[in-house]
């Protein structure tokens, strides 16, 4: 032994605030302390916080803060959303990456790395918001109930996501005094049901009526009514959302020194995805629909320049390449849910319920207004009646596709246009001929990651309980 200098880990909570939501970043450094006589080998590990370390009222606020930089990283400061778009006809695939080619192609591995880290990130900002609750219950009772309704918000949010987008055999693990207590494989509808229980528990604890509750019970609002659209109650989907704004928007924060906005970095800057045109035959026209929902340029251009797509090739070296400009820089914030949202399930379930006049009614409301949408857009011509039960839910969906554009919805509207409408897959889903070689495959969801056969719950052979939609 000899004497040495050693080092503790100390981590700040970074808070940036902007519009009503707050995000953190974790931010990991270490503090020189005096010579010591020590083993270098009980170096402590920077990378673990014991539990310990946060069970306190400001130890229970910090857990609070990263739930929702987590939640941040899981979405569009992630590349969710983008894997969702690319999985169905938002994006296509605009660089060489295997992982990235078989999510476009519909031929999905188990082993695919990118959806492994997207997967892993939702279930970070899960376990981050559940751990917070616990701790807001035990050391901060007192603190305004939106808090802790914001964490099961959270916690709604990604359960839902996750069933939208994987196989039904999910997995929902946890953490109790600091170990991992392994879950079962649920069923897609027991996903939906799990989601609903957590929104149902944030709307008990919102109980103000500051800024801060309304914003926060309107999000859990509008997600209780996606969540039970998707368990194809659309009268109790309409009720849940009566009574939000239209003008909500819960968004995600960014900037170039906590997290970017990735669907500008990934598109735009690194030219890794190419907005999607009429994909697979079944794909919306969204780069040349000309629609002020989903403002498209051709990159090169004057146009694509100033939002950064300077080059006129993808990364791939092919061509088009279509940028988006919804979110014309790397700290454009992302509107995650919205009072849109809000008045599209309205439409859905009055279309549901053989009000077709209304639906449209709805619809044209939304079209009317000015300065609603990520892009404030100011007001589009009315619609006119599809004069068929199966073009006015084609119209339906398209709405919802230019309003949600990129958002995390598309993957699960065209599952439900499989389970609730009974629309063949190969009718929803791009088909047909690849834009690169060969052909489109089966998959309409995403497949358990294959890190989740550590789990022993997990049957090594059988990551899906089922592949249907």
Request: include cysteine.
């Amino acid at each position: 032994m000899k004497s040495c200098t050693s080092f503790r880990t100390a981590s700040s909570w970074l808070r940036t605030s902007a519009r009503g939501a707050i995000f953190t970043a974790l931010a990991a450094g270490t503090l020189p302390m005096t010579a010591c006589t020590s083993d270098l080998l009980t170096v402590e590990d920077p990378d673990i916080i014991s539990p310990g370390n946060v069970q306190s009222q400001a130890g229970a606020d910090a857990v609070r803060l990263g739930a929702l930089a987590r939640l941040n990283t899981a979405t569009s400061g992630g590349e969710m959303f983008l894997l969702g778009g690319l999985f169905a006809d938002e994006w296509i695939n605009g660089d060489s990456f295997i992982a990235r080619q078989e999510i476009d192609q519909r031929v999905i591995t188990p082993q695919n790395n990118f959806l492994t880290d997207a997967n892993r990130a939702l279930h970070r900002a899960r376990l981050s918001a559940e751990q917070a609750v616990q701790l807001f219950t035990q050391y901060n009772p007192s603190a305004p109930g939106w808090q802790a309704a914001e964490m099961h918000f959270v916690q709604a949010y990604v359960a839902n996501l996750l069933a939208e987008h994987f196989c039904s055999g999910l997995v929902f693990s946890t953490v109790v005094e600091g170990r991992e207590q392994y879950g079962n494989p649920i069923t897609t509808t027991a996903a939906f049901e799990r989601a609903l229980g957590h929104a149902n528990d944030g709307l008990t604890a919102v109980t103000g009526t500051t800024a801060a509750d309304l914003r926060v019970r309107h999000a859990l609002q509008v997600t209780r009514g996606r969540i039970l659209m998707n368990l194809n109650r659309p009268a109790d989907a309409a009720a849940a959302v009566a009574g939000v704004p239209t003008t909500l928007r819960y968004q995600m924060l960014h900037s170039q020194t906590t997290q970017s906005n990735q669907i500008w970095l990934l598109n735009n800057n690194a030219r890794r995805y190419s907005v999607g045109n009429n994909e697979g035959g079944n794909g919306l026209n969204f780069a040349t629909a000309n629609d002020p929902r989903v403002p498209v340029c051709v990159g090169g251009t004057t146009a694509c320049a100033a939002v950064g797509g300077t080059r006129n090739q993808r990364d791939d070296l092919g061509q088009p390449y279509h940028v988006q400009m919804i979110w014309p820089t790397r700290e454009s914030p992302v509107t995650i849910v919205s009072g849109v949202e809000a008045r599209l399930i309205e439409a859905e379930a009055q279309l549901r319920a053989g009000n077709a006049a209304g639906a449209l009614t709805t619809l044209n409301a939304l079209r009317a207004a000015t300065g609603i949408g990520s892009g404030g857009v100011a007001g589009l011509a009315p619609l006119t009646d599809a004069g068929t039960a199966d073009a006015r839910v084609n119209q339906l969906f398209r709405e919802r596709a230019f309003w949600l554009f990129s958002r995390g919805h598309r993957v699960g509207d065209l599952r439900r246009l499989i389970r609730q409408y009974n629309r063949p897959a190969n009718s929803v889903f791009p088909t047909g001929a690849w834009h690169k070689s060969g052909n489109y495959g089966s998959d309409v969801t995403i497949p358990v990651p294959l890190a989740e056969q550590n789990n022993p719950n997990v049957q090594s052979d059988q990551l899906c309980l089922s592949r249907e939609a």
